[in-house]
């Protein structure tokens, strides 16, 4: 979704407050139609994810996909829970949603900022 900016509000749904800071994400996938709305937040030293999505390996994988942690940013796709848990929950090997729970991640650990990635397709 180019042009969709990547927001960061706290857990109680403000922009400031006393809950956690949020960085919310979305995902259009493309021709599967499954959108996904990603929620990342910073918990002590751990990133939690609230997903929600419609497809069924996406809800797969959020009932296995844990708190992970900084260094889990820096494995390889091999032992990333991230591929992990969409390599269990039978993923499409082309979804991009396993690649913006990194890149939430990334944003709530301060490793990145909040940008678009976008594929396009010059057809």
Do not use: Y
């Given at each position: ?86 390599e ?22 301060g ?13």
């Amino acid at each position: 979704m180019v042009g969709t900016p990547v927001s960061r509000e706290t857990a109680n749904g403000s922009g400031r407050g006393d809950g956690p800071e949020t960085v919310q994400v979305i995902v259009d996938p493309g021709i599967c139609g499954f959108g996904c709305t990603i929620n990342g937040w910073k918990k002590g030293k751990q990133v939690s994810f609230d997903i929600r999505s419609e497809c069924g390996q996406i809800k797969k994988l959020t009932a296995d996909l844990r708190p992970v942690q900084m260094k889990d940013l820096f494995v390889p796709l091999t032992k990333s829970p991230f591929f992990l848990c969409a390599e269990k929950s039978r993923c499409h090997l082309a979804c991009p949603i396993p690649s913006a729970l990194v890149k939430t991640a990334e944003v709530v650990l301060g490793l990145a900022l909040p940008r678009d990635a976008t594929i396009r397709f010059l057809t």
